[in-house]
Nanobody, 124 residues
Framework: VQLQASGGGMAQAGESLRLACTNSGRPLIGYVMGWFRQAPGKDREFVGAWTGNSGGSTVVANSVKGRFTISRDSRKNTVYLQMNSLKPEDTATYYC?????????????????WGQGTLVTVSS
C-alpha cells in the first residue's frame, strides 16, 4: 500500500478544494480509507472515512459535516475529500490513511498505512 495525497494549496474562506488520495499499488478492496488533519501544535484529528460496505459508506466529523464529502473512484484507485465552504480553522496538513477493514475507523491508531500530508491553508 502506497498512498499519495495531493490537491492541497491555498484558498480563501468560502472557497473549495478537493484532495485526492491515490494508491499506487493494487486496488484497496476491503480497506477503509480515512482522512485526518493536523494543525500546528494540535493532535491529529479525524475528518472522515470511506468504506466499501453497502456499496460505499462515509462518515465525516461533526466539525466538517455539511461542508466536506468523501467519494471514491475505483477506476482511478482514488479517494477524494471535497472541501467546500472552507474556513480558516480548516487550515492544517491533511493526511489520508488506509486500514484493512470494512468498518469505519475514526482514530488514527487504527490505521496501518499513511500517505504523506498535503497542506491546506485557508485565509480569511
Amino acid at each position: 500500500v502506497q498512498l499519495q495525497a495531493s490537491g492541497g494549496g491555498m484558498a480563501q474562506a468560502g472557497e473549495s478544494l478537493r484532495l485526492a488520495c491515490t494508491n499506487s499499488g493494487r486496488p484497496l478492496i476491503g480497506y477503509v480509507m480515512g482522512w485526518f488533519r493536523q494543525a500546528p501544535g494540535k493532535d491529529r484529528e479525524f475528518v472522515g472515512a470511506w468504506t466499501g460496505n453497502s456499496g460505499g459508506s462515509t462518515v465525516v466529523a461533526n466539525s466538517v459535516k455539511g461542508r466536506f464529502t468523501i467519494s471514491r473512484d475505483s477506476r482511478k484507485n482514488t479517494v477524494y475529500l471535497q472541501m467546500n465552504s472552507l474556513k480558516p480553522e480548516d487550515t492544517a496538513t491533511y493526511y489520508c490513511a488506509a486500514d484493512r477493514s470494512t468498518r469505519i475507523r475514526v482514530t488514527a491508531r487504527e490505521y496501518d498505512y499513511w500517505g504523506q500530508g498535503t497542506l491546506v491553508t485557508v485565509s480569511s
